[in-house]
């Protein structure tokens, strides 16, 4: 007789139900026991103000333009923006129907969270990230409400060995005059789950407009039920609950999306909503933060309506993407198998959630300041 399948031992593939794709789960690979922190915090060295910075306050950038003297967040448009502004030329003719192309318009905003050069949202007060969020409205606002615009991303970079040059804490929004494949993809998987009346909805839980069944609502009503110790929640407050997804790829990915009703975009949050919100953004990167006693990389983006009250069926969240695996330097890479065939992960995300929801929410950098402090009185 076959043995009784069991998700922490046995290899198994887990689907996600936004995108369609497979994720390979290897969990017998490891039986290691989990080490902990290998190698000592790090401490950063960075300036509060950086004269070479291009974002610090007052300082000049590359084009020669001036930033403000901000105090609390500044934007500006993309020096070197990735889309023009529209409309954009006709769709060229091309010489076989294999290579398809439509032009692109829009426009790249660059977002400072703070005028602090050495801070990260994990080290923000609440009320510094409030302003971060308003800043997130007002962008999505403005650039969805803008003709030709059909989807605004914005997201946010982090870290060197993302490939993100610059510390100084600042996100960016992407608009542009098509929807992009991924957020196309969700869009196209919540709508047809809406769509048919054999999707489940557990009772109790929230549904989307018209009544009609939400993948996001139903997944995160079902997560929150979950016993804690085998689940995947890694914190929640009266709002919001951040996971590691079922099918999660990275090996501490975490998504992160209100549970109490369907809200499609950032601009219908309430203020209780907004300030919860902000309280649950500096929990998980303090938690990420104090993981490997590093200041954490990932990539973080705001998936919702694609415009200001699209009629579509958005369920707004957050996925945060980050690649560190098992110490401040040891990453994991999508290479071989994974970018051949599928997306492989040893740790299960139980696992990784069960780790994240151990850490303190004290960031390791306020700890080591305050160790230093109580050395100097004593
Ligand atoms: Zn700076
Ligand atoms: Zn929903
Ligand atoms: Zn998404």
Redesign the pocket.
């Known amino acids: 007789m076959a043995e009784e399948f069991d998700p922490s031992t046995h290899p198994h593939r887990r689907l996600n139900p936004l995108t369609g794709e497979h994720v390979l789960v290897s969990p017998h690979r490891t039986k290691r026991p989990w080490l902990g922190q290998t190698e000592a915090p790090s401490a950063p060295s960075l300036l509060k103000y950086?004269p070479q910075?291009y974002?610090?306050p007052g300082n000049s950038r590359s084009g020669g333009q001036k930033n403000e003297n901000y105090v609390n967040t500044f934007v500006f448009e993309n020096d070197f923006a990735a889309v023009l502004p529209g409309p954009p030329p006709t769709a060229p003719s091309v010489p076989h129907p294999l290579l398809q192309t439509e032009p692109v318009a829009g426009g790249c905003d660059v977002l400072c969270f703070h005028p602090r050069?050495d801070l990260t949202l994990a080290r923000l007060e609440l009320s510094d990230i409030e302003h971060v969020i308003n800043e997130w409205v007002s962008i999505y606002l403005r650039r969805g409400k803008q003709e030709g615009i059909k989807y605004v991303q914005i997201f946010e970079n982090k870290g060197a060995i993302m490939g993100c040059s610059?510390p100084?804490p600042h996100g960016q929004t992407w608009s542009l005059s098509e929807v992009p494949t991924l957020p196309a993809t969700e869009l196209a998987s919540l709508a047809r789950y809406a769509a048919d009346p054999a999707s489940p909805v557990a009772e109790g839980a929230p549904r989307g407009a018209d009544g009609k069944p939400c993948l996001l609502c139903e997944y995160a009503h079902f997560e929150i039920g979950v016993a804690e110790a085998e689940g995947r929640v890694v914190v929640k407050n009266e709002h919001w609950v951040a996971l590691v997804p079922w099918w999660a790829t990275w090996p501490f990915e975490i998504l992160l999306l209100p549970y109490h009703r369907h809200i499609t975009s950032i601009d219908t949050l309430s203020a209780n909503e907004k300030k919860t919100f902000a309280d649950i953004l500096s929990r998980v990167t303090k938690r990420y933060d104090n993981l490997f006693s590093t200041s954490f990389a990932y990539s973080m983006g705001i998936h919702q309506s694609s415009t200001p009250g699209s009629n579509d069926e958005a369920h707004l969240h957050l996925h945060f993407a980050p690649p560190l695996l098992r110490s401040a330097t040891v990453r994991k890479f999508l290479v071989g198998f994974e970018l051949m065939a599928e997306a492989q992960r040893d740790l299960t995300p139980e696992q990784a959630a069960g780790r994240l929801r151990a850490l303190s929410e004290v960031h390791y950098l306020d700890v080591l300041e305050q160790e230093a402090a109580a050395r100097t009185e004593a």
């Open positions: 950086d910075c974002l610090c050069h610059n100084h």
